[in-house]
């Protein structure tokens, strides 16, 4: 009975981080549209925050191991081209785009996503665990968890995408053929009466999702297809599910850059009073 108390508070303390996210996300997406709204500005600059630390943290890997391999260490480039308010500002406005894809796109989701997404965390979970053996025989110690972070990001993201895009195209659509653009739109976009910021992008995030929907449906016309629609719907489903795909994934792995630096300063702090 207690080794499995220990072994729930070492699951706990190992990956809390990332059922506390989820939660979090999944509470997002089922508040009322009133309650949202008031919510969106703290829930955008957290989220916009998490995924802002994980995206500098890669970027200063990059660009630490790029400035060793090429320039001496007491040369000032080394220092001019450390990284410093212009790659903060560019991943702070990066950070702020995907959080607002993110939570927009969240409160659109059919519940069927939602496995999905769990999937995600839990293949996060399982690859973290396996690069990171592999790497400790390899990367210094120090660098281990960062550079880890830094390999799982494109492969989840790729996983992610592809899982995304079949599960649209499996799912049923609206039945658009025949209509057009503008007719539509204002069959399948209509005003719910909600007049916010956020009743605002989530009406811009489904006009996206129904022209896609629409360009695909209406490719074939009088017997020849349109390649236009067709790269158009194509390349709008690529490019949401893609961009979802790539700003959870960011926001996952910026909890784990929280935990690791929360975790530092733990030690260090509890390693100073014992001194």
Not at 19 to 46: E, H, K, M, R
Not at 99 to 120: D, E, H, N, Q, S
Request: charged share 15%; no cysteine; net charge positive.
């Amino acid at each position: 009975m207690s080794s499995a108390r220990l072994s729930w508070r070492l699951l706990v303390r190992r990956d809390g981080h990332l059922a506390l996210v989820l939660a979090i996300l999944l509470l997002w997406s089922l508040a009322g549209s009133g309650l949202a709204s008031l919510l969106l500005l703290p829930a955008w600059v957290i989220t916009a925050q998490l995924i802002f630390a994980g995206s500098l943290e890669t970027a200063r890997l990059r660009r630490r191991a790029w400035l060793g391999q090429y320039l001496r260490v007491a040369s000032p480039w080394h220092r001019l081209l450390s990284g410093g308010l212009v790659m903060i500002a560019w991943h702070q406005l990066l950070g702020l785009l995907l959080a607002l894809l993110l939570l927009v796109k969240l409160r659109l989701l059919a519940p069927v996503y939602w496995p999905l997404l769990l999937i995600g965390v839990a293949g996060l979970i399982l690859l973290r665990s396996v690069m990171r053996r592999r790497l400790e025989r390899h990367v210094i110690a120090e660098y281990v968890p960062a550079v880890t972070r830094r390999l799982l990001v494109w492969p989840l993201g790729l996983l992610l995408t592809m899982s995304l895009v079949l599960l649209a195209l499996w799912l049923p659509q609206p039945y658009l053929v025949g209509l057009g653009w503008e007719e539509a739109l204002m069959r399948h976009v209509a005003a719910d009466g909600h007049d916010s910021l956020l009743g605002f992008f989530e009406r811009v995030a489904r006009a996206l999702d129904v022209t896609q929907y629409w360009a695909m449906q209406n490719a074939t016309e009088r017997g020849e297809v349109s390649e236009s629609l067709v790269l158009v719907g194509w390349l709008l489903l690529l490019l949401a599910q893609s961009a979802f795909a790539w700003a959870y994934v960011r926001l996952l792995m910026g909890a784990e850059t929280l935990r690791e630096a929360t975790l530092e300063t733990l030690s260090m702090k509890i390693g100073k009073e014992r001194e």
